[in-house]
Nanobody, 120 residues
Framework: QVQLVESGGGLVQAGGSLRLSCAAS????????MGWYRQAPGKQRELVAT???????NYADSVEGRFTISRDSAKKTVYLQMNSLKPEDTAVYYCKFEVATIDYYSMIYWGKGTLVTVSS
C-alpha cells in the first residue's frame, strides 16, 4: 500500500505565496511521475503541473511563470511553489504519483487534497 500526505495549504491574500508538499510512503519501487491537480468549487479537476522522473516539467497555461513544481526523489516528495497567487487559484489541490510498486505493479495514487484559499 502507498500513502500520500499533503501539507501547506491555507489562506493567503492575493499576490502572496504558498508552498505545498506531498510525501509518499509505502511499497514503492520507483516513482515515474508526480503532479499537482486542483478542483475549484463547481468545476472539474484540472492539471496544474507535472514532473517526470527525469525532471521534465509541464504547467497549465494559467499558472506558467507563477508556480514551480519540484521534487526530492530521496524523500519521495513533490513540492509546488505558488507565487503571485490570484483569487482564481482558490481550489482543493491534489497530488498524484505514478509509481511502480515493490511487486512491479504500475499504480496511480492520489492525495486527499489540501485547500488553498486566495482572498482578494
Amino acid at each position: 500500500q502507498v500513502q500520500l500526505v499533503e501539507s501547506g495549504g491555507g489562506l493567503v491574500q492575493a499576490g502572496g505565496s504558498l508552498r505545498l508538499s506531498c510525501a509518499a510512503s509505502g511499497r514503492i519501487r520507483r516513482i515515474n511521475a508526480m503532479g499537482w491537480y486542483r478542483q475549484a468549487p463547481g468545476k472539474q479537476r484540472e492539471l496544474v503541473a507535472t514532473i517526470t522522473s527525469g525532471g521534465s516539467t509541464n504547467y497549465a497555461d494559467s499558472v506558467e511563470g507563477r508556480f514551480t513544481i519540484s521534487r526530492d526523489s530521496a524523500k519521495k516528495t513533490v513540492y509546488l511553489q505558488m507565487n503571485s497567487l490570484k483569487p482564481e487559484d482558490t481550489a482543493v489541490y491534489y497530488c498524484k504519483f505514478e509509481v511502480a510498486t515493490i511487486d512491479y505493479y504500475s499504480m496511480i495514487y492520489w492525495g486527499k487534497g489540501t485547500l488553498v484559499t486566495v482572498s482578494s
